[in-house]
């Protein structure tokens, strides 16, 4: 993910089938759910590599906005 970008819009694109992680092309809704929650999880383990606290609260809640976008 570049930096800058929040993971919660992109997640949540890939979720809706709007978007595309980065050099991939644009999957059905299903994997994109797939690919959104790896991503999520991706960010979280990098924020606690990283000792970033405020990266992983971040990370986190992104996580449950996309678990929430899901449901609906």
Do not use: H, N, W
């Amino acid at each position: 993910m570049e930096r800058g970008k929040s993971m919660s819009s992109e997640g949540l694109a890939i979720i809706l089938g709007k978007g595309k992680p980065e050099g991939e092309e644009e999957s059905e809704s299903e994997g994109g759910a797939d690919e959104a929650l790896e991503l999520a999880t991706s960010e979280i383990f990098d924020a606690i590599k990283d000792g970033d606290k405020t990266k992983f609260k971040t990370a986190l809640k992104d996580a449950v906005q996309m678990c929430y976008a899901l449901e609906e």
